[in-house]
């Protein structure tokens, strides 16, 4: 495997990214992987670095590039309970510079970095995100659904809301199978928003599937952080590399 630092050309400026992909130069089915709000450091680079040893070409960019490249904040090793909050605080400026209409902008140029790439296979690609990386997995999945075969989110926040720009309002626009992994412990997930999501894919006829994962709280894929759940980590990991298998 393969990791290495990358630009990508955008309406707004450049994006930095990591790129991770098997050795040989070969191409590989196209995974996009959105970040979460923490952005791109190197508990996501190792998470890109698994998923390339599968056999996918997989590309992390900082969506916050905006405001900077990354970490655009500066993180601890392990980001612990009490200095949450105020980590999140210092990263509102950064996401307030990602609005949908940016956020499906930016989307465009990183799925046709993805087809330009020698290392990528021809074909629809793969997308998933953690936390507010899920939004962005669906607003893609619907904004591109001629170029998006699979796409999953896992811990998602706000991804059924009463907001008119919500991005389950694409729903019908989608083509791609969809998997959510929900933690039962999410203030920003509500047990009604769960729901309205499933809803709202199940009228439109979307292949999807949703599962909430007992026990575990947001967060719960990112090893950095006191969210973790190792037994929910690892299940995600197999929905994901069976979702992706599947149709990529």
Known sequence: ??????????????????????????????????????????????MADRLASAGYTVLVPNVFYR????????????????ERPEIIQSLRPAAE????????????????????SPLTADGPVGVTGYCMGAGL?????????????????????????DAPDSPHLLADRITAELYFGH????STNPAEQIDRLDKALTAAGVHHRGEVYPGAHHGFTQADTAMCDAEATQRHWAALLDLLGRTL
Request: hydrophobic share 45%; aromatic share 8%; proline share 10%.
């Open 137 to 161: 997995a669906l607003r893609t999945a619907g904004t591109y659904p001629d170029r998006v075969a699979a796409a999953a989110g896992f811990h998602g926040a706000y991804l059924a809301t």
């Open 67 to 82: 405001h900077g490249p990354a970490p655009v904040v500066e993180l601890p090793d392990f980001i612990n309970p009490a």
């Open 1 to 46: 495997m393969q990791g290495t630092l990358v630009t990508v050309p955008t309406p707004d400026g450049t994006a930095d990214a990591y790129l991770a992909h098997p050795e040989g130069g070969a191409a590989h089915p196209a995974v996009l992987m959105y970040m979460d709000a923490f952005g791109l450091r190197p508990h996501l680079k190792r």
């Open 97 to 116: 510079t990602l609005t949908p209409e940016a956020a499906v902008r930016d989307a465009g140029s990183y799925l046709d970095w993805l087809a330009d």
């Open 183 to 186: 933690a039962d412990r999410d």
